[in-house]
């Protein structure tokens, strides 16, 4: 690869990564009410787990969250339970644990891959709609 094709790559990742961590710069680096994800969960972690889950519904933060729409994400309360698509989401976070944890562990060399919310979602909030 050309010398100065590669400066541009390496820069233009760098700003990717940069924008990608200054968007959760406004949530907290602390969580104060997890039942079903590990407490000590690191916010990188947490994010990602986050994102997974907005991408397997095809929704935003507001869907599981107290908060507006459009509105800054400093100005949302993750840690309230108001939101009762959170207590949807804490069950199918157990659920899917189980299956993957209990049931599908008794299968061997790879028949079946983790179940994941993707795996029924498929990117609507119903997996039926
Ligand atoms: C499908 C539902 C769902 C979506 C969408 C979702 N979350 Fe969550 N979020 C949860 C659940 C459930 C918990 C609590 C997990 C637990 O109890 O262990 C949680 C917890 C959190 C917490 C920890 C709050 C605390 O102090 O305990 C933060 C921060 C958070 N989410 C941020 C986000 C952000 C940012 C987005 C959008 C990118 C998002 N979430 C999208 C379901 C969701
Ligand atoms: C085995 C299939 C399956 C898996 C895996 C699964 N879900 Fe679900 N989920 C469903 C079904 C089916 C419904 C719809 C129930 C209904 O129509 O009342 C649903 C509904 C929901 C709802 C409520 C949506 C609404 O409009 O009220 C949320 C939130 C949700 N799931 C989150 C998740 C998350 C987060 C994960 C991954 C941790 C996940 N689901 C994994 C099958 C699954």
């Known amino acids: 690869m050309q010398r100065p094709l590669l400066i541009a ?5 760098g700003t990717l990564i940069v924008i990608g ?3 959760f710069a406004q949530i907290p680096d602390t969580y104060t009410n997890l039942k079903v994800l590990p407490k ?3 916010k990188a972690q947490l994010m990602q787990r986050m994102k997974e889950f907005s991408r397997a519904l095809g929704v935003r933060c507001h869907f ?9 994400l400093s100005t949302y309360d993750f840690a309230s339970d108001e939101n009762h698509h959170k ?3 804490r ?3 157990t659920m899917t644990q189980k299956i993957n944890g209990e049931i599908l562990k008794d299968f ?6 983790q179940v994941s919310c993707q795996t029924c979602h ?7 709609e």
């Open 64 to 72: 599981c969250h107290v908060g507006e729409e459009g509105k800054p």
């Open 108 to 113: 061997k060399d790879g028949q079946f891959t």
């Open 9 to 13: 790559l390496v820069l233009t990742l």
């Open 21 to 23: 961590t200054a968007s």
């Open 40 to 42: 000590d969960i690191k």
């Open 91 to 93: 069950l199918m976070i």
């Open 122 to 128: 498929r990117g609507k909030k119903e997996p039926e």
């Open 87 to 89: 207590d949807i989401a």
